[in-house]
């Protein structure tokens, strides 16, 4: 047994309202701008070429962002608009930069739509079938929901997403994803011990609103892993969008990349992102990673709505209203995109409330960028 003075790592050791140094409300906003080097451990990929985004200032698009107050949100990091490769507006708060990776939290669940369309395009995933026919010892949970319900946020078990609750099991997740430190007395927990740990019915969810759970996503990273090479499969991911910095994503215990919500962009690669997902994902370098069918198919069809937000619904693993596609995250991320125009709206800030989230000041930051995106 060794002498040397050791502390627990204070950016991810658990603290006050049982949240790691990062996101506790005094340090989140550092913690958010600077995921990728605070995290337990993360792979980062770049791309072989650069999406070249081309600096197209619009006067509309500016009025439009001046009177919509996203700038004045509280803790506003960055902005950007686009359509196509043209820019029509971008801005980031003093203490940020455009080039810079941000947390995106849970819009990384994006990546697992596009994941889903392409393995179901290709004929190996089919969703009809139920989590344990891929997952065999998956528990109960999970094994008997089918894989469309999970995708789209329609199962009923016993994990919870309440950010209000600081004892909820989104945050015991964490560790899981390489956001936090394990108590001392045991080893940190693999993103499939914790899955499989998951007890409950496993039914389709009976209400008229989704139950969101960013478990689903962890199971989906699960099954999928079974079908395609993580790493090679992210590459592949970036390489499609042209990214000009890196994606970062923190990984699991086993290697896993966190898709439930680890991922970090700098606000000109999110909209990269959100290009290639309008596009439904055709690569700038003629690969595809997605399925442009599934995607508009997602837009329309009959899926559970999202509470609070009238006329929205979770669909396939994404957000959509029938016009617009997209999603939200934990903190103040949202990114929304038009797959019929090409316009993308990419908006990165930081809650610095106990939670970290309010569903009122969310919805308000949608309707604004709606009003941007749908000008």
Known sequence: MNDYPLTPNPDLAVGADNKQGWNQPERRREGFHNLHLRARRALMVRARNVLTLTDAPSAVTAARVRTSGLLGVPGFSALVVAEGSDVLFQAAAPDFALDRPHSIQSVTKLHLHLIAGWLIREGRLDPSRRVSDYLPRIGSGYAGAKIEDVL??????????????????????????????????????????????????GARHSGPDADYKSANSDVLTLVFARMVPFHDTLQRMADAAGYEGAFHITLSPEGLPALSGGGCLSARDLVRFGLLLGRGGLGVDGAVVGDREYLLGAMHRDALGIRGRPGQRYSRHL??????????GYGGQFLMVDPRKGRVAAFLSVIENRSGYDPALMRDIISEMESIVFE
Request: with cysteine.
């Open 152 to 201: 789209d946020m329609a199962v009923e078990n016993d994990f919870t997403e309440d950010y209000e609750n600081p004892l909820s099991a989104c945050y015991a997740e964490e560790e899981a994803l390489g956001l936090r430190l394990a108590p001392p007395e045991r080893s940190e927990t693999t993103l499939e011990a914790f899955a499989r740990a998951i007890t409950g019915t």
């Open 319 to 328: 957000m959509t209203n029938g016009r617009w596609v997209g999603h939200a």
